[in-house]
């Protein structure tokens, strides 16, 4: 969700080589932590267009609560915590309300 961006430094020419170099480096990009608001407006907006039932939420938080516990866990940052929780609610939303088909309805 958030665009790469690199910084390049002006080409250098090594001794006794023709040929410039260039230096590149990824840059660092802040972003500023969520507010509840934020956190909000996103979980409501995800709702109306997914057309959620509520009890995806509750799905969703064991998804996150199960993904931020064990050896292998995840932190929640401000850089992960809004495809986190799309993810989480979109597979609850898909493991609640999906209805299962059988090979006997598409022959």
Partial sequence: FMKKTYIVAAPRFPIGCSIPCYAQRERQIVAPPPTVANIHAFIKLMFAGARLA??????????????????????????????????????????????????????
């Fill in 54 to 107: 509520p009890e995806c939420m509750i799905v969703a938080l064991i998804y996150i609560d199960r993904l931020s516990r064990g050896k292998r866990a995840v932190r929640l940052t401000e850089r992960n915590w809004l495809p986190i929780t799309m993810v989480a609610l979109l597979t609850a939303s898909k493991v609640w309300e999906d209805n299962p088909t059988w090979n006997g309805q598409f022959s």
